[in-house]
């Protein structure tokens, strides 16, 4: 692009978001974006700007040092991103970010020490940051978005404050609320405004597992401080790519890089070059089964000659029941098994080998996010098999530009049991899909049902949607879609015929498959 035309463009990128650029800091600027295609100079344009937003300057003046240092960050972290093909992230290591209200964005959230046990703030605080986050999606959306001419009419969120505060009856009103049950058998909608009472006797229900602690909206009138609901939904779930329009180059997945890596053309390459190469999931690896470790005897041996890219190994471990020689037993059994991946060198060498413990496995309890596999059981393997990792349940996974969460629990079970509305059409793998993106969450239950630290409640959140989630559940394999987001299941290897699923990165193709004795 000729010089004039960059300057012209950097220019007014920067008076767009509030900044004024001395004479040396444009010069610079156009020095460095100059050489780049029209695709790759808005992609480094765009992370410039973030960048400098971040560095809290004085005033809305940008100095050649501030425009020296993002130009430095961006292309170290754009180097190594490059450089960390495969990253796996613990919910412990997950960023968080807060909305900021006036920017109407989201920033950083200030680094402190989260405590596994934190106050009672952090209890109410993970149900705002919850709701906020589905409200701002749901008024991105076109439904409720305002045009600009006001030519279309669009639909509005009532806050419960204002319903409350109206004497009279109100007709044709959608809210959004968190579903709750504060006395049993009697229903309310809450948000950050107030609470209100809601009457179910004539409604019906959209597609989606509804329970409680779900965020939903709820169409109907009002009138005596009781809202008659005609029909409940889930909010519109947001696909990755509408996420990241408004978001830019925020990393919000976690990982080294402060940049989103999905424009990473490096990584994007590096895909295409491996076009083949597979992700293999299996839960429930009871490794004091003889059967189990026949079976995956058999499943090295069909991947020996072209190794994967990784093998995600989820929990439970054992078959018996916790009790105080469960982690001898769990030792024992994963040095059998780095004798059976010793056995066949490539896998060792090429392969990942992943652990996410099941809610069973020994020294932790009965909470998400649950920590890795304590050191004394696992540092023999380690030692025996370098690439071997023992991260958290959830846990997130990229390799090159594809966003991947796996957890092991068996959410779909439970949410079946608590759910309000059980449907009776369509398919309820689809439901439970839509359930976990029109929610943004892994766990949209009652603390009650499935507890988790507040502190870490936002490791569970699925903004922006990922590529795929695997959950391990307890049901039978199964795969379905959302938003441009994949939603799989491996199912019990141990229980249900040994099956597993293999995930194709550079075509997001996801298989079901079974070990059979000639695999």
Request: proline share 6%; hydrophobic share 40%; with cysteine.
């Amino acid at each position: 692009m000729a010089d004039k035309i960059v300057r012209r463009k950097v220019s007014s990128a920067f008076k767009l978001h509030g900044f004024t650029l001395r004479s040396e800091s444009c010069t610079y600027l156009v020095e460095q974006l100059e050489p780049l295609d029209e695709s790759e100079f808005e992609v480094w344009l765009a992370k410039l700007i973030d960048h400098i937003q971040s560095q809290r300057l004085p005033s809305n003046v940008v100095e050649l040092n501030a425009v020296e240092l993002a130009v430095r960050d961006c292309a170290n972290e754009q180097q190594q991103a490059a450089e960390d093909v495969f990253c796996v992230i613990s919910a412990f290591d997950v960023p968080r970010f807060k909305f900021n209200p006036d920017l109407k964005k989201y920033e950083a959230a200030p680094k402190k020490e989260h405590s596994l046990f934190d106050s009672a703030d952090a209890k109410a605080q993970l149900f705002r940051d919850r709701y906020t986050l589905i409200k701002q999606i749901t008024e991105r959306h076109p439904l409720f978005k305002p045009s600009a001419d006001n030519s279309e009419e669009k639909f509005k969120i009532y806050p419960i404050e204002h319903l409350l505060s109206c004497p009279r009856r109100l007709n044709k009103i959608i809210t959004l609320g968190l579903f709750s049950q504060l006395k049993i058998g009697m229903y309310h909608l809450e948000d950050p405004t107030g609470i209100v009472q809601l009457d179910l006797t004539d409604h019906s229900y959209h597609v989606g597992l509804h329970a409680e602690n779900c965020i939903v909206l709820a169409e109907g009138w009002y009138e005596d401080k009781i809202f008659h609901a005609k029909a409940i939904g889930f909010p519109p779930a947001e696909t990755a790519e509408v996420s990241r329009a408004y978001l830019g180059s925020l990393n919000m997945f976690g990982g080294d890089s402060r940049l989103a890596c999905r424009t990473n053309k490096s990584l994007l390459k590096t895909m295409r070059d491996n076009k083949d190469r597979l992700i293999v999931f299996l839960s429930d690896m009871w490794l004091d089964q003889d059967n189990v470790m026949r079976k995956l005897q058999t499943l090295f041996e069909g991947f020996v000659s072209y190794p994967p890219i990784a093998f995600i190994f989820m929990g439970n471990f054992l078959s018996s029941k916790p009790g105080s020689a469960q982690a001898e037993q769990l030792k024992f059994n994963l040095r059998s098994l780095a004798d059976l991946i010793a056995s066949h060198p490539n896998l060792r060498q090429f392969s990942k080998f992943v652990f996410v413990p099941g809610l069973q496995d020994p020294a932790c309890p009965n909470i998400l996010p649950r920590p890795p596999l304590p050191k004394f059981i696992t540092e023999d393997f380690e030692a025996r098999v370098p690439n071997a990792i023992f991260t958290s349940n959830p846990c997130r996974i990229r390799y090159c530009t594809q966003e991947i969460v796996v957890m092991r629990e068996d959410i779909m079970s439970k949410l079946c049991r608590n759910t309000i509305h059980y449907p009776t059409t369509g398919n309820i793998y689809e439901h439970f899909a839509k359930t976990l993106l029109s929610q943004a969450n892994l766990c949209p239950l009652p603390l009650s049902v499935r507890p988790v630290y507040w502190s870490f409640a936002h490791a569970m959140q699925l903004h922006p949607a990922p590529d795929l989630v695997v959950i391990g559940d307890t049901v039978n394999t199964f795969k379905s879609s959302h938003a441009d987001c994949q939603v799989a299941n491996p199912g019990s290897f141990a229980k249900n015929n040994f099956m597993f699923i293999a995930y194709c990165p550079s075509t997001k193709q996801v298989d079901e498959s079974e070990i059979t004795e000639d695999i």
